[in-house]
């Protein structure tokens, strides 16, 4: 069992012995109920390599049955240890809990990615009707009182007790969640509780799944090719192929994205044409029957009534309670520092283009549709870059086993075997074994790169099988993107952004990978929403190590290297247009904290309107650069687990930035550097403190400095 037993495996954004008695230890249950027998598919593990989920072996209809199975069978498995008349010791309690719920935690790592990654209408309604169950079964384990009495016994005997490390790191955390889950309220509390995760759990069901039909729903529809001026040849094909798929031959259709901006925005000439897309991109899930406004009021209000319930002055200062940052006024504190220099940074940058405007004969001022544009233009016209051109440099499966994997050879010695044996739940994704740098067997590893309707936006790393000592498992690891696919006859090809995002999300893939721990709930990437970004983002920096970029940046024509003149020019370019790039996450961010620190009783009735003016708040430039996800379609905190925690992304860039200057100033992508980030944080888990894991790296503790140069907001790079 995972003490965080709903917390998402999905990372946007998402396991040493027992010294005292053996794990092993007989346990009394007579008292207990007996243990359901398993018979869906995932009743033992698979007998596939690394014992793969076998998506041959059921239907899309038959995982809420097995899921249903499973959960009656974990509810029995906590049963016994509650009730059993044996005096409560570490082995008969905190171990055994360990071992439940492994059918659940089968069938729900096939079955979550299914539903996030290629859902459809029996999955939706399978999803939507497992959500409470899911949530009731978290209640019916943390609000337990017989189980809480034995945890209690023994956090309250720790002293007296001889354990290891992780054991004690266990014992501390299982304890701490149960009490944030509720073990010390009332009867009368809990059972509101009780009400509340439920209600919450369909919630977080049905918004995910509305801002996905929202987003497909809002496709654009254009008329005329030269409504596309600027676009590739390739992209007015696929938008052409998308036109034709819709029954509208002779038309193009432009397919919205996760976030406000929209990537095309920086290329169409026609400002109507912008101005359409970034309306019908920023304005969905608004109204209409793919509205989430309605839903949100309720999942706000009643997380202010889980603060009531706690006593806690707001629901972030209840639910960042195991986080790195610890507090709310801590995370806020540090986004609201840089807010100074990042408002003076685009007060000019937004001069520079409303000059560019003025001088090309304008009459207008910018507006949000026409940032992206203008910014893309000085790019090009200041540091010679074209994306467009930038792109063909960057084939998908070259970027994957040129780039990732050369750079995982280089630092950590792994080595990478691609397979076609193992069934995967979608055609076009792509399994590899992993392999240590002594040849063992390491891990298995999933890529699925392509965006469709299907698929959830954004992109993350999830765990259909989670490494633990204990239960003998190594790690099954999948990437998911969401790359634009190839029109028919062209190349798969990524854009700059791409390409740092799969760096990004092999890091998490190597946190899962290197996890070495004894217990499940401790291993990889069960980790605070504000540490478990760092080893995702510290990765993105190799993507443009020139050793490793010259290995896989080759032209998709040519085979050509992509030019080291290209190459300074992006590094160059990596502080520019930072009042837009940095400004849309940082605003996102705070716009998360707003809605997550209102005290009980202060939900607003009107979302929009609170939106807005949580917005004109916050000192930035709203107007121009708007949050990377408006509240609508904020699919991060109102349905993957990222409430109070969106933050994170930038606590972790510090740590990211920080962590990676000590790569540098120690010799860069060696092999011992490798050694040392695997051995001191990247394959520790939570077996550790955060703080320890990151002294025992670094030396020192996290840095801001290395991040706001990063950003161009320290000293003069803030001026030019």
């Known amino acids: 069992m995972k003490t965080r037993l709903l917390a998402s495996s999905m990372l946007a954004l998402m396991t040493a012995a027992c010294a005292t008695t053996p794990d092993s230890a007989p346990m009394d249950v007579a008292a207990a109920p007996a243990i359901p027998k398993a018979t869906s598919a995932f009743a ?252 949100i009021r309720e999942v706000v209000d009643l997380r202010t009534q889980i603060a009531r319930i706690f006593g806690t002055p707001d629901y972030a200062t209840w639910q960042m309670y195991d986080r790195f940052a610890r507090t709310p006024e801590r995370a806020i504190g540090f986004m609201e520092e840089m807010v100074p220099a990042l408002r003076a940074t685009q007060e000019r940058e937004a001069a520079e283009i409303n000059a560019m405007i003025e001088r090309e004969g304008g009459d207008f001022t910018v507006q949000p549709w026409d940032w992206p544009y203008y910014a893309e233009k000085i790019r090009q016209e200041r540091y010679a870059l074209d994306n467009e051109a930038i792109k063909q440099y960057f084939v998908v499966d070259r970027v994957l086993e040129d780039g990732v994997f050369f750079m995982a050879n280089k630092l950590y010695g792994l080595t990478f075997e691609k397979r076609t044996d193992i069934p995967v739940y979608r055609e076009g994704v792509s399994v590899y074994t992993v392999f240590d740098a002594d040849g063992s067997e390491l891990a298995l590893f999933y890529f699925d790169p392509f965006q469709r309707d299907s698929k959830g936006g954004g992109a993350w790393m999830n765990n259909f099988v989670e490494q633990s000592n204990l239960l003998g498992l190594k790690p099954v690891i999948a990437n998911t993107l969401n790359v634009a696919p190839p029109a028919p006859g062209q190349p798969a090809l990524m854009t700059w952004d791409d390409v740092t995002t799969t760096f990004h999300e092999f890091g998490h893939a190597l946190h899962g990978m290197f996890a070495d721990q004894q217990y499940p709930s401790l291993s990889g990437t069960n980790t605070a929403r504000d540490w478990v970004e760092f080893p995702s983002q510290f990765h993105e920096p190799f993507a443009a190590v020139p050793e490793v970029l010259q290995n896989y940046a080759k032209h998709w024509q040519t085979g050509e290297t992509i030019p080291m003149e290209m190459v300074e020019a992006i590094d160059r370019a990596s502080k520019f247009n930072q009042g837009y790039d940095f400004g849309e996450l940082l605003t996102a961010q705070l716009l998360d904290m707003k809605w997550h620190s209102l005290a009980p009783g202060e939900a607003p009735s009107d979302v929009v309107g609170f939106e807005r003016e949580a917005l004109e708040s916050l000192g930035l430039r709203t107007d121009l650069v708007p949050p990377r996800y408006y509240t609508p379609y904020f699919r991060h905190i109102f349905g993957h687990g990222y409430q109070a925690g969106y933050y994170s992304y930038t606590w972790t860039n510090m740590l990211a930035k920080d962590g990676y200057a000590w790569v540098v100033d120690h010799g860069g992508m060696t092999r011992a550097n490798g050694d040392h980030i695997r051995a001191t944080f990247l394959g520790q888990g939570h077996s550790k403190s955060y703080e320890q894991m990151y002294r025992d790296f670094t030396g020192h503790d996290p840095q801001v400095g290395p991040l706001l140069e990063s950003l161009g907001l320290t000293g003069d790079a803030a001026s030019q």
């Open 44 to 295: 033992e593990l698979s007998t596939l390599p690394f014992h793969a989920p076998d998506f041959t072996a059921l239907s899309d209809a038959d995982y809420q049955p097995a899921i249903e199975e499973a959960i009656a069978i974990q509810l029995a498995e906590i049963d016994q240890i509650a009730n059993n008349p044996a005096a409560p010791t570490f082995a008969n309690t905190i171990v055994a809990m360990e071992r439940t719920g492994q059918v659940y935690d089968r069938a729900t790592a096939a079955f979550d990615q299914k539903v996030s990654a290629d859902i459809n209408d029996t999955l939706a309604a399978a999803d939507e009707a497992l959500a409470p169950q899911r949530a009731a079964l978290s209640d019916a384990i943390y609000l337990n009182p017989k189980l809480f009495a034995r945890v209690k016994a023994i956090y309250d005997n720790r002293a007296a007790m001889s354990m290891t490390a992780e054991d004690a790191m266990l014992l501390e955390i299982t304890y701490a969640d149960f009490v944030h889950n509720g073990a010390l309220l009332s009867d009368a509390a809990k059972a509101e509780l009780k009400q509340i995760n439920g209600r919450l759990s369909e919630l977080g069901a049905q918004i995910p799944q509305r801002i996905t039909e929202g987003q497909a729903g809002a496709a654009l529809t254009v008329d005329t090719v030269e409504e596309l001026s600027g676009l590739s040849d390739g992209q007015i094909a696929a938008a052409a192929a998308a036109a034709e798929a819709a029954g509208m031959p002779g038309k193009y259709v432009l397919a919205m994205t996760n976030t406000t901006s929209h990537p095309l925005l920086s290329q169409l000439n026609n400002r109507t044409t912008r101005e359409r897309l970034y309306r019908a991109n920023s304005t969905r899930n608004y109204s209409g029957d793919k509205s989430t406004v309605a839903m």
